[in-house]
Every structure is written in structure tokens, then in C-alpha cells.
């Protein structure tokens, strides 16, 4: 057998065996993130600890307080709760999605790639106040239906808890569609193929074939979108009643108004600690040495397995990919046109009828639900009234006007722009390296340094920020993009690493064996081999962590200083003030980046699939 | 091996080479004789057009605004931190007196004010560690197209807490960060206002556990509760005064009580450590002229702190104004101070306040 690439002299057969093992590889790969991490994100939650203890004086006062006097509990639990049901209204919505986008045309799912992404860069306080418009006692949703005749009062839609859910449902929901898309496009429809081939049904081969399979995507997805639901506060605040408050909206009063660093540190440090125990717990319950819940278990049977790795498509032309990986994998297929356009229509609705209508109906629905607010959203701004007004009574363009001849708005638009640029850069890079180190390690180690590169997530921001200041404080960047561009790095990191861990657990190792045996070296293998194979998951972590920059407010309030100010801050800071319409208008300008994403897409895959050779 | 070792050297450091520029960008320090903080909006705007743009007139400084609003949390960090970049900053008198009792404020130097100008400012705006730029109350405010019969709309909190008598949606203050409707509540409860203080919290509660099922919306950001009037989601509201002012001007049919509204003076302050804390002062005293706070007041709707201020505002469009004579009467004065004072344990009122809302939302 060929050797790996070993340039040390060898002595003893044990030291030679362990070079074998890729240990080495995994702290090479992990020294660069894990020094930036710990630099970005380490130093800030040491602080944090500190704080939460009364350092110098070491107390435990506030962690008491956390579960006694102060109220935390309680609030703590209607947190939980509420992260729970909107994970999983965002699963049962989501899945079907998912399930189009993997399974339709280039063209159709770039189309609906670009639907689901559309309302993302708009600000999430536009958006809940289209839902307060869409759900109100005179808005649109009760007009409509009693119209119909219906109802003959209004439905109490707003201000309680539905409203909150489904606002946090619409916003939450691509963070799960992304992760289940991009382990569903990896999945080899064959496999269900061959599932009904030998005689099971359209359902059957669903629940026995296709699920197992997503399973990755599904607890990716839902780790995600639970840890994100834990810290959302704008929402809730603007949308729910009195009982809807969470614990972001009491740490934030902590800081915010009392300046108290405390209790909020103890809280923020309880909140990791659950998460981290949580992390470690399940994955010690799955049994076998590579079982590795969270992140992608693999939970594929010998008979998946083995038909998975059967597959026969060469290497190089995966990698021969143009436009958007994710969109280009399938047209990259090396096969005869007929059995090509056979494929593409999904295994599942072959002569199905009736399965082909509800799933396409179910995620039509799905759909529809995402962009609701976004119908709300480009009426609003076109109204001429002072203040937002739904439905407009006269039609303006001032509020574009106001936009783009107002300097600051241009200012802090571009800004973002650049920052976000950067944040992507560097986020994407560190947190695909992390997960390639993290998908060759296994254990309690693999957990405990997940869960460190998950946790941005999980400490609320308004926390992560009073922490950085004093860094960064004292070597003076407070105010500088650099100072910016940390921040949105920290959180952007998170979104990197759990969705290419995903991917990277769908990828089977014996590829990269394939083509090290071949006699590629470690850098060959990983361009040509690796990076294709998880391209849709590194391109799905990048946009994410762009939305995440273009959108981050909390941390880049403290640590921009006067001087900078970025879309969403210069946004926050007007609605404080006056809910000008102007931020409709802006919002409704970002939605212009997925279309004109949409029209490069389309104008790149002019040229027919024939092109592609063999 | 090493070629993975120094690719991911290099990408490290393509990383860095693209962050570089940036991190030796720092903040510019222009030469700047004054940075005053101002805020957003219409606000932001009617400051530098009514206070800045004459003071850099008449004092000849170079005024630097910064569009930014001024936190308990962020004057904390910038003061310990040694990183503070306004001079002039304004706050509730509530975050000013707390900020005063933490050390985080310079004491306002009145010696440079004119006499006749202090004398005409009422006590609650002449504190140590700041003075009042403007006054503004919580208001009743209804909805005049649906209540267009006098006799259906509260004419006091008592009456707002009728619910029985007034039928109709409402909304409060919602007290999530610290300040709320507690006086409204016990004066609906029956306390004189003169006996208000110290506020019997319980009380205060219990108050409010019978209006608590006729809310419709507690509002957080005084933007939501002027957003809740304008789209009719409710049909009486307590708001900020300006708010409600802000719809009249745009014409929405919104009526206001005075009876009862609850007087709430903001101060301007001087971050400790400000660089140019000597001419923080003068435009401080500069912001107290009775013609320049009449100019503010009539862009605002906010009530000047300097009496001498009404000699040159319009008595009709006065009548508007939380501190006109009329209006003053049936108002009163919220005792910022109070807020801050610490009990036995060390733990302030306004924390008590807190701790006990986020236990009562959740019963």
C-alpha cells in the first residue's frame, strides 16, 4: 500500500503508526482558528467569568441571586420554551422547503434559493413591524377573514405569544433550510431509487431511505435555530405581551440601564455551562466510538453507507463547478441527458401524484409565510405619510429620496458593506478549518471544542460587547473598523463551523483515502477533493456570516465609538427616536442583493450543460 | 504535513493582511474644541440647529456632533476605561443621578451662569452633577375620531383605571427597565400626590394587577407607544408627551390629558474625564438662554426649564406645552432621586422596581 506522506525517520513501528493517525494533521489544522478564537472570544468570556465571581473577591452571590430573588428563573424557563416550539414550527416548515430546493432545476432553485434569502438582509425591525401590521385587530390577516366572513371579531393575533412565535418562526427559518439543503443536495437520490425498486412506496422509502439521511441537516438545523432563538430580544419585545419577555431582555436591562455586570456575566456563564453540559451529555449517550450526535451523527446503515461510497463520478469534475457549488452538482453529473433530466425530478414524485402535490404545496405554504412580511415591507415604503402606514393612503418616493441623498445613510451602508465583506473573509476561513480539524477528532474533546466554537452564540451579545470593550479599550481601537470586524467575527464563526460540520460528517473519509492513495499530498486533497464536496456548505456558512455582520447591532453599539456607524446602528438608532419610513425604503433596497445574485446566477449558467465534459 | 502547516500559516495571514489597513485606522482625532452627543432623528436635528450651530456662533469653538445615544452602560465603560470621547451628553435625570452617585459625572460649574437665568429655572433642574434642558410628561392620550363624546374619555389615571365606565383598549409603560407607571398607579389607587413618595411598591402592584388584564400592549421605546396610537391598535395610551405631540403636528385626530401627567426633566451631563470639560460647561450654561430653549421647545413640543423662555413662545401654541401654567397645575414632578436611593442592602430602588417586575409579568 502507498504510504502517507511521512518525512521524519522513522524509529519504532508505534511512533510510525501513531504519524499514521491524523493527530498531527488536527493540530495543525485547529492552531490557527483556535488562536484567533481564543484571542476574539476567550479572553472576553475569561472576563466575563471573572466579573460574574466579584474578582478580586470571588463570591457566588450572583449565581445565587441568578436562581432565587432576581426573577432569572422563571424567565429563564419561558426562554427555553419558546426556543423549543419555534425549533420546531421551524423544523416541520422548513424540511419541506429544503426538500424543493435539493430537489428541482438549476434555474428553479436558484429562483427560490433567491425567495428565501430575500427578506434576510432586511432589518428584523421592519419585519416585525410588518407582522404587527399583517396581525393586528384592523391589520391584514383579520381584515381578510372577515371579509370572509370568517370571524366576526378580530382574532387576538398580536401582543401574546403567537405573534412572537410566528415573527421568530419567519426569521428563524432559513437558518434551518440552509443546513437541511445543503446535506440534502449531498444525498444521493439513487439510494431512494433503488429503495423503490425494490418495492417500497413513495412514504416508505421517505421515512426509511431519504430521512436517515438528513438527519445531519436536521440536528445542525436545530441547534442553530434553538441557539439563536435563546438570545433573540427585539422580537419578543416588539411583538409579544407582557408574559413574552426572555432572558436576553433582562440581561440587557442589567447592562444597559443599571450597569451592572454581575448578574448578567452569572447568567451568561450558567447559559454556557447548560449548553456545553448539554452538548457533552448527548453525545456520551450515542454509543459507538464515532458517534457524534451534534454536528452530524452518523447514523447512516452499512447498506447507506456502502452504496454512498459506490459512487463513481470523478473527482475532478465536481470540481469543475461553476457559479454557486450548491446549484452546479447536479448539471455536473457525467451521464447520458436522458437518465440526467430523469434525475432531476425528484425519485420521489416519479408517478406519485399525490406525494408531488403536498410536498410542493407544503412548501409553497412554507414559502408564502417567509414573504409575507416582505409584501408589507415595499408598500410601507412608498407611502407619503410621516410615519409608517399600512396600507399607504398616497404614494412617495421620499424615503428613497431621503436615503440616498442623506450622506449617513450612504456612509453607513457602504460601511457595512465593507465590514461584512472582511467578517466573511476571515469567518469563513477560520471556521472551515476548525471543522475540518473537528471532523477528525472524536470524543469528549470533539465536544468540548465544538461546543467552545459554537458558544458565541449562546452568550448574549449585549454581554459579549461589555466585555470586549476593555480589550479593546486599551489598545485603542475602539471606534476602528478592526475593532468592528472582531465582533461581527466572533459571531460570525459559529454559522461556519456548524453548517461545514455538517457537510463535512455527510462526506465520507474514503474519498479523501481514495485520492491519497492516488498519491495526492494533504493540500491537493483538500482543493480538489474536500472543498468541492463541502462547497455548498463553506458558500451557505459565508452567506450567513454576512447576514450575521450586516445585521449585527448590539456588540458593534459599544465597541464602535462615535465615529463609525453601520447600517443596522444607524437604523436602531432612528427607530429610537421616530419610526422613520425611510428604513422601509432601505429595506427594501437590500432586497435587491439576492435578485441581482439571482441575475449573475443566471446569466453565468447561460451556456447549456452539454458543455461539460466527461 | 508542512505543506498544511504553511497554508494555513498563509491563509492566517492572508487574513491578517487583509485586516491590517484597518487596524491602524484609528478614530479620528480631529482638532475639536467640543463633542457633544445628541442623539438621532428629529431630535439630533433640532440640537445642532437650535443649541450647536448658535453656540459655535457665538462662542467661536469648533462643536463636533456625534449622532449617538448616551447609555448608564456605555458612560460606565468610557469613564473606567479612560476612553471618553464626549464632552456633553444629556440623560433622563434618572441615569444622571445614578451616574452622580457612581462618580461617572463632572459638578456642573454655575458660577459662570447668569443669575437671572438660574433664578428663573425651578430647583428640580439646578442639581450638582446636572442641569435640565427640557421637560416633557406622561400623558393620558386617546383617540379623539373614536371618542369624539367628552364624557367617554379618562379624565385622570382614576379614570383610566376604570375600566368599567371607560371601556376601551389601552396602553402603559411597560416597566422592563426599571422606570413605569407606578405612580399612575398608586394615585389611581388613592394616594394624594403630595404622599406619593417613598412609592409603596406594593401597593403599587397590586394596582396594577387590576389593570393588568385590559392591557393590550406594554410599550418598551417610546417610538412603539406613538406607533400604537397611529395605527389605532389602542384606544387610550399614557405616552410621552412629545409622542403625542408629534401625531397631532401630523395630523392624526389624537387628544391629550394633562390631568395627572408626570413631569420628567432630561439633564445635560459631563462624562468624568471629558476632554474638554471647560467648554462642556459653557455650552451647558449656553443651552440655558431663554431665547435658544423657546426655539428648542417650539420644535420639540418640550417645555423649556427656563421660565423666561415663555416670553417668547406664542401663548396658544404654549397652551401645548407640559409646563404651561394651565397645564403645570394639574402635573407632577417625578422624584428622580428617589430612584437611586439604596436601601440597607445596598440595592437601589429602581433594582427592587426591576426584581419585582420581572416576578410580577410572570404571574
Known sequence: ?614 | MKNMNRRSMLKTLGAASVASPFVFIRSAKAADDLVVQVGSGDFADAVVREYIEPFQKASGLNVKVAKDWMTPAKLKLAVENKVVETDVSYTGWLQAAQANKSGYVEPIDYSIFSKANLDAMPPEAKQPYGVGGYVYSTVIVYDASQFSDPTKRPKGVAEFWDVAKFPGRRSLKSGVYGSGVYEEALIADGVAIDKLYPLDIDRAFKSLDRIKPHIKKWWNEGAEGQQLLADKAVDFGILFSNRASNLQRAKAPIGIEWNNGKLLVDNWIIPKGAPHASNAQRFIEFTTHPDRQAAFATAMFMSPTNKKAFETIDPEFAKQLPTSPENMKVQFVRNDPWYVEAGPDGKTNLEYLIAFWNKWITT
Not at chain 1, 30 to 50: E, H, K, N, Q, S
Not at chain 1, 300 to 313: A, T
Not at chain 1, 463 to 470: D, S
Request: glycine share 8%.
Open chain 1, 1 to 614: 500500500m502507498m504510504a502517507v506522506e511521512v518525512s521524519r525517520p522513522i524509529r519504532f513501528p508505534q511512533i510510525r503508526n501513531r504519524l499514521r493517525r491524523p493527530t498531527v494533521n488536527i493540530i495543525l489544522l485547529i492552531a490557527a482558528p483556535f488562536i484567533t478564537f481564543c484571542l476574539l472570544f476567550g479572553y472576553p468570556v475569561a472576563r466575563l467569568f471573572l466579573l460574574s465571581v466579584d474578582a478580586p473577591h470571588f463570591t457566588l452571590r450572583h449565581y445565587i441571586s441568578f436562581f432565587g430573588a432576581d426573577g432569572y428563573l422563571p424567565v429563564l424557563i419561558r426562554t427555553v420554551t419558546i426556543s423549543g416550539i419555534v425549533t420546531l414550527c421551524c423544523l416541520l416548515l422548513g424540511y419541506p422547503i429544503a426538500y424543493l430546493l435539493s430537489s428541482v432545476r438549476a434555474r428553479v432553485r436558484a429562483l427560490l434559493l433567491c425567495l428565501v434569502f430575500l427578506p434576510y438582509l432586511t432589518s428584523f425591525l421592519v419585519r416585525s413591524y410588518a407582522w404587527i401590521v399583517l396581525l393586528d385587530d384592523r391589520g391584514v390577516v383579520n381584515s381578510i377573514l372577515r371579509w370572509l366572513g370568517l370571524i366576526n371579531q378580530p382574532l387576538e393575533l398580536i401582543y401574546n405569544s403567537t405573534s412572537v412565535y410566528i415573527g421568530m418562526v419567519q426569521i428563524l427559518l432559513p437558518y434551518m433550510i440552509l443546513p437541511l439543503f445543503a446535506v440534502m443536495s449531498a444525498i444521493d437520490r439513487r439510494t431512494v431509487l433503488a429503495g423503490q425498486s425494490m418495492g417500497a412506496g413513495s412514504l416508505r422509502s421517505f421515512l426509511c431511505i431519504f430521512l436517515p439521511s438528513t438527519l445531519n441537516g436536521v440536528k445542525s438545523g436545530c441547534l442553530l435555530v434553538f441557539l439563536l432563538a435563546l438570545g433573540f430580544y427585539v422580537t419578543p419585545a416588539m411583538l409579544g405581551g407582557l408574559r413574552d419577555v426572555t432572558l436576553s431582555m433582562l440581561i440587557q436591562t442589567q447592562v444597559n440601564q443599571l450597569a451592572d455586570w454581575g448578574p448578567a456575566s452569572a447568567a451568561s456563564m450558567l447559559l454556557l455551562g447548560a449548553t456545553i453540559l448539554g452538548m457533552l451529555l448527548v453525545s456520551k449517550k450515542s454509543s459507538g466510538a464515532v458517534m457524534l450526535v451534534i454536528g452530524g451523527a452518523n447514523t447512516q446503515s452499512i447498506g447507506e453507507r456502502k452504496m454512498n461510497n459506490e459512487v463513481d463520478w470523478p473527482a475532478s469534475s465536481i470540481a469543475e463547478q461553476k457559479g454557486r457549488g450548491v446549484a452546479g452538482a447536479w448539471d455536473s453529473l457525467p451521464e447520458p441527458s436522458r437518465l440526467k433530466s430523469f434525475l432531476r425530478n425528484p425519485p420521489l414524485f416519479n408517478g406519485k401524484v399525490t406525494a408531488a402535490t403536498f410536498t410542493v404545496g407544503l412548501a409553497g405554504v412554507a414559502l408564502l409565510f417567509l414573504l409575507l412580511p416582505t409584501l408589507v415591507v415595499v408598500p410601507l415604503s412608498f407611502g407619503s405619510a410621516d410615519y409608517l402606514q399600512f396600507p399607504p393612503t398616497a404614494l412617495s418616493l421620499r424615503w428613497y429620496q431621503n436615503f440616498f441623498s442623506n450622506r449617513s445613510w450612504l456612509e453607513a451602508a457602504t460601511l457595512s458593506l465593507w465590514i461584512a465583506t472582511a467578517t466573511v473573509i476571515i469567518a469563513t476561513a477560520v471556521g472551515t478549518l476548525a471543522s475540518l480539524a473537528l471532523a477528525k477528532m472524536v470524543g469528549s474533546a470533539r465536544s468540548l471544542l465544538y461546543g467552545l466554537f459554537v458558544a458565541p452564540l449562546v452568550v448574549p451579545a449585549i454581554v459579549i460587547g461589555v466585555a470586549l470593550f476593555q480589550p479593546f479599550a486599551q489598545i485603542n481601537i475602539i471606534g476602528s473598523p478592526a475593532a468592528i470586524i472582531a465582533g461581527h467575527t466572533i459571531g460570525a464563526i459559529p454559522y461556519v463551523v456548524i453548517i461545514v460540520s455538517a457537510l463535512l460528517e455527510t462526506v465520507s473519509d474514503n474519498y479523501e483515502r481514495a485520492a491519497q492513495s492516488m498519491g495526492a499530498g494533504p493540500w491537493r486533497v483538500f482543493v480538489k477533493v474536500t472543498l468541492p464536496l463541502i462547497a455548498p456548505g463553506v458558500v451557505g456558512g459565508a452567506v450567513f456570516a454576512f447576514i450575521h455582520s450586516f445585521d449585527e447591532l448590539v456588540i458593534t453599539m459599544f465597541v464602535a465609538g462615535i465615529n463609525s456607524q453601520t447600517l443596522p446602528l444607524k437604523m436602531w438608532e432612528d427607530i429610537r427616536n421616530q419610526i422613520d419610513p425611510t428604513i422601509a425604503a432601505v429595506s427594501s433596497l437590500l432586497m435587491l442583493i439576492p435578485i441581482v445574485c439571482l441575475v449573475i446566477f443566471q446569466l453565468i449558467h447561460q451556456t447549456p450543460q452539454l458543455s461539460h465534459k466527461q
